[in-house]
């Protein structure tokens, strides 16, 4: 821990601004942001300490090696092991989201910060103020903040900044897709996947992802009720698929659940914030760059694979769904529509992902 956190001082005193590198083609241009607050960001992204009891830290909900989210489950593991409502979204190319978290209750990077940190059921500190003395009790840190702000006092709005400037450098482009669609590769992409980007557009799910003439986040940032929310909360109602270790569920009826655990809180997305009728269980457009690494899918973590995400979309979503967005109409889609489609949600993934594990704790 001692020897890491002296790295990123040094590195600090040696960068005092980032130059701005080329973009990554697909991607863009985004102004890169201070270094030191890069670095800071970066070591208490990693950091265990800055929870309530020194087990979690953001990088453990957000792994680097599993593209920025969690593999494992289909929601995140919180405060003495309680299971968070909702999946862990990607941070690749979180820079470019306008709103942030599924429902879009943050309007910026600084914004979403601290509400981890502070969740009683995620990193559990009581406060800002907590927080704050948790920090500045780890003397290491001075000199970090020193570099990056001028001064070594930890603030909340500093760690908020340092964060957000670290997630900010979360950025990949290059695909196969960006090297034939924007770099005029012939050869980069196949052709079952130019098949599946011609099923992409005229299916209309370029409506919702959103392919530009000069560059392509894949999303509208708006919010839609794709059935799933409705679709997941009648199938509690019945039985409920349960993972016993990675790779091997079963399936529990409602009551048996019930006399185990709590009962789910039903998840109205948008709605939570909005208060809008037409907002009921309206969830932010998700990024489909690198969304071949980003498993489970869906805000609940409820599909585990590119196909029943294809099968959910060819089916309409959820028909019966009274505020499902009318956008979602039937496909009719063959099995080798369905291969090409997957083939080309492959073809968006980034060749060289950010980040490494630097777990830090006591």
Request: hydrophobic share 40%; net charge neutral.
């Amino acid at each position: 821990m001692k020897f890491a956190l002296v790295a990123c001082v040094v590195l600090a005193a040696q960068l005092p601004a980032l130059a701005a590198p080329p973009m990554p083609l697909g991607l863009p241009a985004l102004a890169p942001p201070p270094a030191a607050q890069v670095v800071l960001g970066e070591a208490l992204f990693f950091d265990r300490r800055l929870s309530a009891n020194g087990t979690l830290s953001c990088a453990m909900c957000h792994l680097p090696e599993q593209g920025f989210t969690a593999n494992q489950l289909r929601t995140s593991v919180g405060m003495q092991g309680v299971s968070l409502r909702r999946n862990a979204p990607t941070l690749l190319n979180v820079a470019y989201q306008r709103t942030l978290f599924h429902d879009g209750r943050a309007p910026s990077l600084e914004a979403q910060a601290l509400m981890p940190l502070l969740h009683p059921d995620e990193m559990a500190n009581s406060s800002v103020a907590a927080l704050v003395a948790r920090v500045t009790a780890l003397r290491t840190y001075g000199r970090l903040f020193a570099q990056a702000f001028g001064d070594p006092r930890p603030t909340g709005p500093r760690i908020a900044r340092a964060l957000a400037a670290y997630e900010r450098t979360l950025v990949v482009g290059d695909s196969a897709f960006d090297r034939w669609y924007y770099g005029g590769d012939p050869s980069a992409l196949s052709a079952q996947a130019r098949r599946g980007f011609e099923l992409f557009g005229s299916q209309g799910c370029s409506r919702c992802h959103v392919i530009g003439e000069r560059d392509a986040l894949f999303t509208d940032h708006g919010y839609h009720n794709t059935g799933v929310g409705w679709r997941s909360e009648r199938q509690r109602l019945q039985e409920v698929s349960v993972q016993l270790v990675p790779g091997l569920n079963t399936r529990l009826a409602a009551d048996e659940v019930a006399r185990i655990g709590v009962p789910d809180v039903p998840d109205l997305g948008r709605f939570e914030v909005t208060r809008s009728l037409a907002d009921r269980r309206a969830i932010r457009t998700p990024t489909l760059r690198n969304v071949a690494l980003t498993a489970p899918y869906m805000h609940d973590g409820s599909f585990d694979t590119l196909e029943q995400v294809l099968d959910h979309y060819a089916a309409g979503g959820s028909p019966d769904d009274p505020a499902q967005d009318p956008l979602l109409q039937p496909l009719t889609l063959t099995s080798e529509d369905r291969r090409a489609l997957a083939a080309f949600l492959q073809a968006l993934t980034s060749p060289q992902l950010p980040g490494r594990a630097r777990d830090q704790g006591r």
